[in-house]
């Protein structure tokens, strides 16, 4: 998958970048992540911090955090 959003469950803005993805007709990976900060190595590793959503776009060597950049990006440039 080209574009993989790390997300955790129960997160409303996980699930508003994963609906508007949803909504594009984007096709996606989501790679859940443990609730406790300290074990959210692998989104550290990729974006340089804990916190979700992170979006990778690898096709476009993207990757990007907060929740309102992700759907500007969704918007302008994947729909």
């Known amino acids: 998958m080209a574009v993989r959003l790390y997300a ?4 409303p803005w996980c699930e508003k970048v994963s609906d508007a993805l949803d909504d594009a007709g984007i096709e996606y990976e989501t ?6 900060h300290s074990d959210r190595d692998e989104v550290k ?4 911090q804990r916190g979700v959503p992170v979006l990778v776009d690898e096709e476009r060597g993207v990757t990007m955090a907060e929740s309102a950049n992700i759907l500007a990006y969704v918007e302008s440039t994947l729909a």
């Open 8 to 11: 955790l469950d129960g997160c």
């Open 31 to 36: 790679a859940w992540v443990d609730a406790l």
């Open 45 to 48: 590793r990729v974006s340089g």
